[in-house]
């Protein structure tokens, strides 16, 4: 990764200085308490400063609306405390001069405003952008005395310089000795825009970090669900393997029963020929209780094994189908290339979480066009049940990968041709967790011959009059 150097942040200035200087600050923001962003006017035109601190991607520079959507910015309800500091004392004052102490990755802005009793005072904000020690420090001019910190250091941190409110402003020591660049500058090229490039840089950067964090927590959370159903699931079976034997207490009772007249009662144990299986077997008896009783307790211990069965196996079934819907998502979740898509998936599993939709985001299906058909591809759970329920109309051919999780592709054509059936079999595969298998099945049929069961997980689908194809 490119990081932030002097020298960036010194053509960086040269190139906006002008328009700084003599600017006001319309608006602050402060959207995480690593970033913020200034919207600053001047000759007419209204720019947005954007800042981060954060030790990964530290920077600034003007962003552009596109590079704005990228960061996925989300501006929270309540501004936290530092951001209202700075509202108090920087909203609609006039920056004066703009500067960057020699060789420093620092940059001042010194403003002229007004206190309380109308008195003009000088204000400077601080920002330094240095790795891990990022930080930004607003200060009395006058008094040299600091007003507040996006975050303060104390002792237990930095013996030798200490920040926060009431505690004089000094520089870092061990200031550099000359302009520093890396290997891959954004000051290389004299002739560069360097804000854009900087701008474009890290918006995709933060971008695919943000998208990448949001990936991970879904993750977290359907892993966390799906170790929980595999781990009942086992247990199930154990359980089930414990009664799969339940038919022998049925021949034990049905044996006393039919030797009653032949065997003595309080008994410790009968031997009896075992009609099923052609032989004679020995059967363990409570001697307290007639053979009558005893009988009818393997009845009840095969009735009450019998159930068990019936209850186990209907719920192995649910945990099964939990499981792989569960698949299905962290599949969704691997393919999904915006935030749209992840807060869709998120909102899926937290349905009583509130998830406001981002119109910067398309939520639609991934739409293709082949020799002149429409063809749609899923790419979550909510897009595949988008596709069977909205789009689909009867005669619409429906694919999807055999025993393995992947988007629903659906084909609207007249008369499809092999080719064409291959294809969106083809395509049925790229979109599914068998993408890299050398070989896997594809089922395909009408939509008319889909069903969603009530009560089932979204994008679940019966189907029936099915036909396979081996991609």
């Known amino acids: 990764m490119i990081t932030f150097d002097s020298l960036t942040l010194k053509k960086w200035l040269e190139q906006n200085a002008e328009f700084l200087t003599d600017s006001r600050v319309q608006k602050i923001q402060q959207p995480t308490r690593r970033d913020f962003i200034f919207s600053i006017r001047n000759k007419c035109e209204t720019k947005k ?38 509202r108090k004392y920087l909203e609609n004052a006039k920056i004066i001069r703009v500067n960057q102490p020699e060789f420093e990755r620092i940059l001042e802005f010194y403003f002229e405003t007004y206190n309380e009793l109308s008195e003009k005072i000088y204000i400077c904000l601080a920002i330094e952008l240095m790795g891990k020690h990022s930080n930004v420090i607003l200060y009395n001019y006058d008094t040299n005395i600091i007003l507040g910190c996006a975050h303060n250091v104390g002792a237990d941190k930095s013996r030798e310089r200490e920040m926060a409110g009431g505690l004089p ?39 695919d970090d943000k998208i990448y964090r949001m990936k991970e927590n879904c993750k977290l959370l359907v892993n966390s669900r799906l170790k929980k159903d595999k781990n009942s699931l086992k247990k199930i079976k154990t359980r089930l393997e414990k009664v799969a034997d339940s038919d022998k207490y049925r021949l034990y009772g049905d044996l006393i029963m039919a030797n009653l007249y032949n065997l003595k009662d309080y008994q410790k144990s009968v031997k009896v020929f075992d009609y099923e299986n052609n032989k004679d077997i020995s059967i363990e008896l409570d001697p307290a209780k007639t053979l009558k009783e005893n009988a009818n307790i393997f009845y009840k211990l095969y009735n009450k094994a019998k159930t068990s069965v019936e209850k186990l196996s209907e719920f192995s079934k649910h945990l099964q189908e939990q499981i792989l819907y569960y698949e299905q998502i962290l599949y969704s979740i691997e393919i999904a290339d915006s935030a749209q898509d992840l807060a869709e998936i998120k909102a899926e599993l937290e349905p009583d979480r509130i998830v406001k939709p981002d119109k910067k985001f398309s939520a639609h299906p991934l739409e293709l066009y082949i020799d002149g058909c429409q063809i749609w ?95």
């Not at 990964?56 to 996925?72: A, G, P, S, T, V």
């Not at 290997?183 to 971008?207: M, P, R, T, V, W």
């Not at 694919?399 to 592709?409: L, M």
Request: charged share 25%.
């Open 49 to 86: 400063l954007y800042l981060n601190i954060n030790p990964q991607y530290y920077h600034i520079c003007f962003m552009n609306k596109q590079n704005e959507n990228k960061r996925l910015i989300s501006i929270p309800a309540k501004p936290p405390m530092f951001c209202m500091l700075l």
């Open 377 to 471: 591809v899923g790419r979550n759970n909510r897009q595949n049940d988008y596709i069977v329920s909205k789009l689909a109309k009867d005669e619409d051919l429906w694919f999807h990968t055999k025993d393995c999780a992947g988007s629903h592709v659906l084909l609207r054509c007249g008369q499809p041709s092999d080719s064409l059936i291959l294809k969106c079999a083809e395509l049925a595969k790229e979109y599914s967790k068998g993408k890299e298998s050398s070989k896997v099945g594809v089922i395909y049929t009408k939509r008319k011959f889909l069903k969603k069961p009530p009560g089932a997980n979204l994008g679940y689908v019966t189907y029936k009059c099915e036909q396979e194809i081996i991609v």
């Open 169 to 207: 402003y000094v520089y870092p020591s061990g200031r550099p000795k000359n302009w520093y660049a890396n290997e891959n500058s954004f000051s290389s090229g004299s002739d560069c825009d360097i804000n854009l490039k900087i701008d474009d840089y890290y918006a995709q950067y933060i971008h």
